[in-house]
């Protein structure tokens, strides 16, 4: 059974709002994003990695209509019927570049 533990922080509020908007950004709960960079503080043995908005802007699939959806994957039906599609490998490279996973 995992157990938790809190961890309080005193921060800015100005801070926390700017950082809690990022991270709605990139769709990771605050408490996710200080698990994650604890974690990594303990492999990389130091403060380990910046955490950044991708270059591209992503689509978010929460903030989309039925219609923009249905727009979107119009979208990527044509792409593929085309011909253009990216391998798996790509694919991760790229998010591992653009989003630190």
């Given amino acids: 059974m ?8 005193r921060v800015e ?25 604890l974690r990594q503080i303990i492999v990389q043995r130091g403060i380990p990695f910046e955490m950044r908005l991708p270059v591209r802007e ?17 979208k990527g039906y044509a792409s593929a019927i085309a011909g253009r599609h990216r391998s798996l490998k790509d694919v991760v490279t790229d998010m591992e570049r653009d989003y630190g996973i």
């Fill in 58 to 74: 992503p689509v978010s699939i929460c903030a989309l209509t039925t219609e923009q959806l249905n727009d979107e994957l119009e």
């Fill in 2 to 9: 995992q157990k938790t533990s809190n961890v309080f922080a």
């Fill in 13 to 37: 509020p100005e801070i926390k709002e700017q950082a809690e908007q990022v991270l709605i950004q990139l769709g990771i709960p605050m408490s996710n994003a200080i698990g994650m960079f």
